[in-house]
């Protein structure tokens, strides 16, 4: 079992930045995919940004030269840094864990630009 805890969300103006975490703890393994994805009512969970432990990045287009996703397997920490908020940004954003044979979520934090 893996537990994904998220914070840092909150509210920020447009222009604005925040730092997500996400603190994961159990069997984690070795090879995996740590992602953040996001949700706003009505509409389906996308993919932001997703690392894997292989170093390679993704992200969606629409936070490209904005945001960051990095680890810290140490503390067994995933962040996003977030720059440049838009209003559009504003979702409920959850901390994923991927692997061949599991897959994990967090329970969401909440991330609202508006100024």
């Known amino acids: 079992q893996v537990q994904l805890v998220e914070s840092g969300g909150g509210l920020v103006q447009p222009g604005g930045s925040l730092k997500l975490s996400c603190a994961a703890s159990?069997?984690?393994?070795?090879?995996?995919?740590f992602g953040w994805y996001r949700q706003v009512p009505g509409k389906q969970r996308e993919l932001v940004a997703n690392?894997?432990?292989?170093?390679?990045?993704k992200y969606v287009d629409s936070v490209k030269g904005r945001f960051g996703i990095s680890r810290d397997n140490a503390k067994n920490m995933v962040y996003l840094q977030m720059n440049n908020l838009r209003s559009e940004d504003t979702a409920v954003y959850y901390c994923?864990?991927?692997?061949?044979?599991?897959?994990?979520w967090g329970q969401g934090t909440q991330v609202t630009v508006s100024s």
């Open positions: 159990g069997r984690i393994p070795s090879v995996a995919v």
């Open positions: 690392l894997s432990n292989l170093g390679r990045t």
């Open positions: 994923n864990m991927n692997s061949i044979l599991s897959n994990y």
